[in-house]
């Protein structure tokens, strides 16, 4: 009931092209969803986060589609470029300060 | 604004020792959260503190313990280290640990591996 499930676990993408991960929950107590960057031997770095109220969210390249009946959420890199190659990781925020993180998926955008 | 700090980056251990993480959050954050990631299991919740009191536990055995100190500071411990202990700790903070739009924001985190 905690799990957050993210797909798919590995995505080549051309530059310029568009990157979709998708992230499933069934907890309805979660109530912040942030998604993160890591690089490798990096800590996570926040890219955007959304709350459950709001339908979408667009920051630069990068937007949050959030369904809540379905209770989905999925993450749209626009224009991708090969300096978006990383592990992306959806969490879900549980009881104040417990994040509950998705597998990640690894990012390959292709020149 | 300096941005959460871990110490040390990296540690090597044996089997059965103990190990002390360390990590300093962004100034005026009060909540500290831990997380293990391992290629197998990824990030994994530990444990959070917030105003020196322990709020939120994960599911890891009694080995794994922390604290927080009057500056916000927090420390992780490990006893008698196993094997499967071998993992990133990354260690988060927050203003306010978990209301509205409060975020996380991750330090590099500390290797450790165990031999």
């Known amino acids: 009931q905690q799990q957050v499930k993210q797909s798919p676990q590995s995505l080549i993408v051309q530059k310029g092209g568009i990157s979709i991960i998708n992230c499933a929950y069934e907890n309805t107590a979660f109530d912040y969803f942030p998604w993160y960057q890591q690089f490798p031997g990096k800590g996570p770095a926040l890219l955007i986060a959304?709350?459950?109220?709001?339908s979408e969210k667009k920051e630069g390249r990068f937007t949050i589609s959030f369904n809540k009946s379905a209770k989905q959420f999925s993450l749209h890199i626009m224009d991708s470029q090969p300096g978006d190659s990383a592990t992306y990781f959806c969490a879900a925020r549980y009881q104040g300060g417990k994040l509950i993180f998705g597998q990640g998926t690894e990012l390959s955008v292709k020149p | 604004k300096a941005g959460v700090t871990q110490t040390p980056r990296y540690l090597i251990k044996t089997r059965g020792q103990q190990v002390t993480l360390s990590c300093s959050p962004i100034s005026g954050h009060r909540s500290v959260s831990w997380y293990q990631q391992t290629p197998g299991q990824g990030l994994q919740f530990l444990f959070e503190y917030f105003s020196e009191t322990q709020r939120n536990k994960g599911n890891f055995p009694g080995r794994f313990s922390g604290r927080q100190f009057s500056n916000s500071r927090s420390e992780m411990n490990v006893s008698t280290l196993e094997l499967g202990d071998s993992a990133l700790y990354l260690c988060?903070?927050?203003?306010?640990?978990?209301?509205?739009?409060?975020?996380?924001?991750f330090g590099p985190g500390t290797r450790l591996t165990v031999l």
């Open positions: 959304i709350r459950p109220d709001v």
């Open positions: 988060a903070s927050s203003s306010s640990g978990g209301q509205g739009l409060d975020t996380q924001y």
